[in-house]
């Protein structure tokens, strides 16, 4: 119990300091912090609000703190009875889907249910200053990703839902962990070591090397209805074809293991994995005294041609459900704008480790020293920003890259995208 | 067919009297409709002349009433209140305010838009605002919440004329009318059992029957992602959700109507194999256990008894992630066996999961059964096996000729319901593989263990397809009672409720 | 002599066979019970908190039990919520099954059949489809969220009639006499149904406690979904369940089995002290049901 106050009071405490020094940033009497627009929605909104808000468990205490800092900020002109409440991200997708009246204002979502609750309305759009100020602040591609055809429908919160290399750095050199075979060789010859990677079995991972090759897969949302009505789609081609190859080449080794979960260090060489096994990975390679590497994919080589993996840019988004009340919805905006602005992400980052979207953030020296960020960032060359798509769409790639890597000849890797192609049109919604 | 004697249908051997069975069983349906036919006639025929003598009655006591049973018609429980039943004309009162409150206030609005189910969209403003318009979800389930009060209005209303009527005949023979203590005295009494029955079918009406109904209208509407109340409207559209059952793709891909076929018939494998590998198993365990020379009986039995104690989504939840693939227990227990060499992915080949769920449910089941098999083992007659023994007859023989014919006739029943039961197994699928492992050539992500109800569960909260959930909802009523009605015509019927008391 | 030889033989295959059935029996019960030592295990396991081949820990500690019971997480309060659930529904419940299973073991009136059959009829709608509506009814009448907790009751114990078959197979097996007798001495039927039936029903009563009193533990769909994020409106199960999301289970999975471990505890407990009533209520069931 003693153990849990003291680290709970070290996790607070770079908080409490920062609110002491009450900021080293200077804010105007908008509330948000220097640099803050003036927005179109300039109507007198001061007054007394109540705020539901769902995040992820790990940031719920943080989030009171920052909403804190938020009516702080305002001087007095917000008073805020925020109720923070620990909901992980497909559950806000489906509790807002199932009540948008009694759900949250505020919610954190990942990227791949934005059409689905933009067309179900749980989602307000937002204006041109805000989306200017956001592709200022974040970049063009973060603020693609919450972009539904022409329109932006949240704040991306963080970028970090992408994943990349991790390796353990005695078994696996910096240099073996560039290319797919000298990486394989690598953990065949710290004594059959794996590499994890689950590639076939998961549709999110199997795009990587398709990607890689130069194929594409766009969806069109029709605006009205909120159906997908069409693709274009270029998986079974001659590039899908390498993409096979690669992926059969892959499974032939004894030490690629088509599984996530990270035994990094012990049974695994390296492992394909997301930010989310960062701590756990840190942990046990200051434990059991190695040091840990991470790194962008690695390439592969098919036919004497060398491809980069490539992946998705994942994305975490804050999104506003629509209000009945003009003036509270002006202020869940700029709620939004302050949690998802520079500082608070920046704080997020240092008690939680979400990647942020901000640039400034990420220029932090941090962030910088984040070896998973960094190799995050060192990927996100050759990463695809995740678009529109049906998800049942990640299924479909899932099996076919599982017959894919069950292929004994060329020929059914061949069959195996003629059945992808052939089933494409049924993942267009019915009717 | 000839009528067979009794002893030339003893000269068969046993293929012949399933045939038999079988035959006269496909032969008697023919017979069952023409009494379906007669029955349905026979209602229709009861039902126009019980309206046309409600309506002859209505009339003949307001023409012949006197003026307190005519003012009952407008003011409900008058006529009651003026001949000294003051009890129950308050009860019919109250009945009508509430009535006419609940309209005015509430129900009213609902009811009206129920033919369209709504006509203003909800407006999104560029400022982060909505205007809610319509909902159609309240609409629709106010709106049926609102029929059934008036149809319990016009029975009310009914019951109050009646007993004007009554009220008036007695009044004129001079008799004596139940007093409001006589009628208390009669809720603990004679009626006794209306007072039992009052809360619990309150609560079936509103919480089962109600939203039954909903569920059963929603087929017909569009209710879907993109008409998803309160944003969107939805409305109906006649049999369209029920026309995609028949729709048979042009493209090899996947349909509905045959993600629907294939999942009904894994449905249906998955039942007759989770029904019957319990029912089995669980007889030879039980009979194990109750074998003469057997001891610490209550030993065995407890311990099987104990993996009923722990909440289903505990157990199964964690048996599920024994056998994961490439980490669970299973898995290190296989690897370790063989040497690295074995690792099954249990959960990810369809086969491999099908029969993996089938053997998982062998671990779940077979306690219940143990228990319900040991009761029974116990009611046999042992004279019956004392004879057997006495003629010499082998162990398999007394299973074969004895306990196992007693068992189907006693447990027949009981079979059905958890073959229907199994059809609906919600837990095990959804706890254990969660439909998985999914696949491309089914409709609206559906798996290879998904059983209907497990892809309604799906369609409905990850897919928000309410109207397919509808309809598959509707097809497995359909299923479970037509196989409820078929079966329970085959089995001897030990359910003769009178035979006890 | 040869009869003898023959009776020797006989005892020598009962002793082969007798030693057959303890082994199949030994190894039924490591199958029964194994998955449960293996959970206990788990919960022990603070080496590594997500799934692994190893049953045995690879660090032995109380940590998950202490993470469960500190201030990081609601475990406490979603216990206590499904606690006073299971506690209302069990004497609710019984209370309604027992009235509908009396009326319909005792008394002959004109609805009593359309009635049985209705009720058999709404039983073959899978109930999951309904789950959306019945949120929307507890949300009319503010039972959601926060307030879930007697939301869930009133939807549990609301339709709780229709389970009445176990109970009025047992009410018919009483003889009818005994009514009449009672009758006869001047008593109401209100009186007969307390004072008479009851009391002879106490094993079937104990097992409908006991079941009702388990139920609400398991729940972990519609309770996650009325709750609509709210921890104050929370249970258990839809709490367990919830640190097995693909996100959570890396993290949780050894939180979730020490969980498991302090829910079943109690239950179990109450069982093995009741077990009797339980299987004399199981038996009666399938059989006259």
């Given at each position: ?114 059409s689905r609750?933009?067309v ?99 969806w069109t949302l029709d605006?009205a209805s909120g159906k997908f009505t069409g693709y ?156 529109q798509c049906p998800g049942a769409w ?30 494409l049109t049924d993942l267009l919604d019915a009717d | ?221 569009n209710?879907d992602k993109s008409h ?16 995609l ?9 996947a349909?509905f ?186 409709y609206g992500n ?13 369609l409905?909260?990850?897919d928000t397809n309410?109207k397919l ?33 | ?289």
């Amino acid at each position: 119990m003693m153990k849990k106050f003291i680290r709970k009071s070290m996790i607070l405490l770079p908080a409490l300091l920062l609110s002491a020094c009450n900021f080293k940033f200077v804010y105007n009497i908008e509330g948000l912090p220097a640099g803050g627009l003036d927005f179109d929605d300039d109507i007198e909104d001061s007054g007394t609000y109540d705020i539901k808000v769902w995040v992820d468990d790990k940031i719920v205490d943080l989030t009171k703190s920052q909403i804190g800092q938020f009516v702080t900020a305002s001087g007095g002109k917000y008073t805020i009875n925020a109720t923070v409440e620990p909901v992980d991200e497909p559950g806000a997708a489906s509790k807002m889907l199932l009540d948008v009246q009694d759900g949250a204002d505020l919610f954190v979502f990942a990227q791949d249910q934005l059409s689905r609750l933009k067309v179900a309305g749980s989602l307000a759009k937002l204006s041109n200053t805000y989306v200017d100020a956001l592709t200022e602040e974040m970049g063009i591609e973060a603020v693609n990703a919450a972009k539904v055809n022409q329109d932006v429908y949240a704040f991306p919160i963080t970028s970090d839902n992408g994943y990349f290399l991790y390796y353990r750095k005695d078994w696996v050199s910096d240099d073996a962990a560039k290319n797919m075979t000298t990486l394989l060789a690598a953990c065949a010859a710290a004594g059959g070591k794996t590499l994890n990677f689950e590639a076939p079995s998961n549709g999110f991972y199997a795009a990587s090397y398709f990607m890689a090759t130069g194929c594409t897969s766009e969806w069109t949302l029709d605006d009205a209805s909120g159906k997908f009505t069409g693709y274009k789609d270029t998986y079974n081609s001659p590039e899908g074809l390498i993409a096979g190859k690669a992926l059969r080449e892959l499974n032939t080794s004894t030490v690629a293991k088509n599984s996530q979960a990270s035994k990094l260090g012990d049974t695994a060489a390296a492992v394909v994995s997301g930010i989310w096994e960062y701590e756990v990975a840190q942990n046990r390679a200051e434990k059991n005294g190695w040091e840990l590497g991470c790194a962008a994919l690695p390439s592969f080589t098919v036919d004497g041609k060398e491809y980069h993996l490539s992946s998705f840019d994942g994305y975490k988004l804050l999104g506003v459900k629509p209000q009945v009340d003009a003036k509270k919805a002006s202020v869940c905006r700029k709620l939004a704008r302050f949690l998802t602005g520079e500082d608070c992400q920046t704080e997020r980052f240092g008690e939680a480790s979400w990647g942020p979207t901000n640039i400034a953030s990420n220029q932090s020296e941090k962030v910088l020293a984040h070896k998973g960020l960094q190799a995050l960032h060192e990927q996100h060359k050759y990463a695809k920003a995740q678009g529109q798509c049906p998800g049942a769409w990640f299924t479909a790639l899932a099996t076919t890259a599982t017959t894919i890597v069950k292929a004994s000849s060329d020929g059914e890797v061949q069959a195996a995208l003629d059945t992808y192609k052939a089933g494409l049109t049924d993942l267009l919604d019915a009717d | 067919m000839a009528q067979l004697t009794d002893l030339e249908y003893l000269k068969l051997n046993k293929a012949q009297r399933f045939g038999l069975k079988f035959t006269a069983f496909f032969k008697a349906i023919p017979g069952w409709f023409k009494n379906l036919g007669i029955k349905i006639w026979t209602f229709m025929k009861n039902f126009f002349w019980g309206v046309v003598n409600f309506f002859k009655n209505l009339g003949l006591t307001f023409w012949h009433g006197d003026w307190k049973t005519k003012v009952s018609y407008f003011v409900m429980g008058f006529g009651s209140v003026m001949r000294g039943q003051w009890l129950r004309g308050i009860l019919f009162f109250l009945f009508e305010v509430v009535f006419i409150l609940y309209m005015a206030l509430f129900g009213g609005k609902f009811l009206g838009q129920l033919y369209i189910l709504g006509q203003n969209e909800s407006s999104m403003g560029d400022d982060g605002t909505i205007v809610y318009g319509d909902n159609s979800f309240n609409i629709l389930l106010y709106g049926v919440l609102s029929l059934f009060f008036i149809v319990a209005l016009i029975y009310t209303w009914y019951l109050n004329i009646k007993q004007n009527k009554i009220g008036e005949d007695y009044v004129k023979a001079k008799k004596q009318l139940a007093t409001a203590k006589d009628d208390v005295k009669a809720l603990v009494d004679k009626d006794f059992y209306k007072t039992l029955l009052a809360l619990p079918t309150l609560g079936i009406l509103i919480f089962t029957v109600l939203p039954i109904f909903f569920m059963i209208l929603v087929a017909f509407t569009n209710y879907d992602k993109s008409h998803f109340p309160p944003q969107n409207l939805f409305g109906w559209v006649g049999y369209d959700n029920f026309g995609l059952l028949f729709q048979w793709s042009n493209s090899e891909g996947a349909s509905f109507s045959m993600t629907f076929g294939q999942i009904l018939l894994w449905t249906l494998v998955w039942a007759f194999f989770a029904t019957f590998t319990n029912y089995f198993l669980g007889m030879l365990v039980a009979m194990l256990i109750n074998k003469k020379g057997i001891k610490l009986k209550k030993l065995w039995r407890t311990v099987l008894v104990f993996s009923i104690a722990i909440p289903q989504f505990i157990s199964i939840l964690f048996v599920s992630n024994m056998f994961q693939y490439p980490d669970g227990i299973i898995n290190g227990i296989l690897s370790a066996i063989s040497g690295g060499k074995l690792l099954i992915d249990f959960w990810g080949n369809a086969w491999i999961a099908r029969i993996t769920v089938i053997i998982i449910n062998v671990w779940i089941g077979v306690p219940y059964l143990m228990l319900v098999v040991t009761g029974i083992l116990m009611n046999i007659p042992a004279d019956l096996y004392e004879s057997a023994n006495i003629d010499g007859a082998s162990p398999w023989q007394q299973y074969s000729k004895i306990t196992l014919p007693y068992m189907l006739f006693i447990t027949g029943p009981y079979l059905l319901t958890s073959f229907t039961g199994n059809m609906n197994n919600f837990n095990v699928i959804y706890l254990l593989t969660g439909g998985g492992p999914k696949v491309q050539e089914y409709y609206g992500n559906a798996g290879k263990t998904d059983l209907l109800i497990t892809w309604l569960f799906s369609l409905a909260v990850n897919d928000t397809n309410y109207k397919l959930a509808a309809v598959i909802g509707i097809m497995v009523f359909i299923v479970v009672a037509v196989l409820s009605l078929v079966i329970y015509n085959i089995i001897p019927s030990t359910r003769n409720e009178e035979e006890f008391q | 002599m040869a009869a003898e030889k023959h009776s020797m033989s006989m005892s020598k295959k009962k002793t082969i066979v007798n030693t057959i059935s303890y082994i199949v029996l030994g190894l039924i019960s490591v199958i029964w019970i194994l998955p449960f030592v293996f959970l206990l295990l788990k919960s022990f396991d603070i080496g590594n908190t997500g799934v692994t081949k190893n049953f045995i820990p690879s660090a032995w500690g109380f940590d998950n039990y202490a993470y469960l019971f500190s201030s990081d997480c609601n475990f406490l309060q979603w216990y206590f919520n499904t606690f006073i659930i299971a506690l209302f529904v069990c004497v609710i419940q019984t209370v309604m099954q027992f009235m509908m299973a009396y009326t319909l073991s005792r008394f002959r009136f004109k609805l009593r059949k359309p009635l049985m059959n209705i009720m058999l009829v709404l039983g073959m709608f899978p109930g999951f489809l309904t789950m959306i509506v019945l949120y929307q009814i507890l949300k009319t009448i503010g039972l959601t969220g926060d307030n879930a907790v007697p939301g869930l009751i009133l939807v549990y114990v609301a339709s709780s009639g229709m389970g009445y078959y176990v109970i009025k197979g047992f009410l018919d097996t009483l003889p009818k006499s005994l009514d009449e007798a009672a009758l006869v001495d001047g008593a109401n039927r209100m009186q007969i149904f307390v004072k008479v039936i009851i009391p002879l029903c106490k094993p079937i009563l104990i097992y409908t406690v006991l079941t009702s009193f388990m139920g609400p533990w398991g729940d972990f769909v519609f309770a996650y979904t009325v709750s609509l994020g709210s921890q104050a409106g929370m249970n258990v199960a839809a709490g367990l369940n919830s640190w097995l999301s693909p996100a959570n289970i890396g993290s949780h999975f050894t939180h979730f089995c020490a969980g498991g471990v302090i829910v079943a505890i109690p239950v179990m407990i109450l069982f093995l002290f009741l077990q009797k009533y339980y299987v004399e209520g199981v038996t009666g069931g399938a059989v006259k049901g």
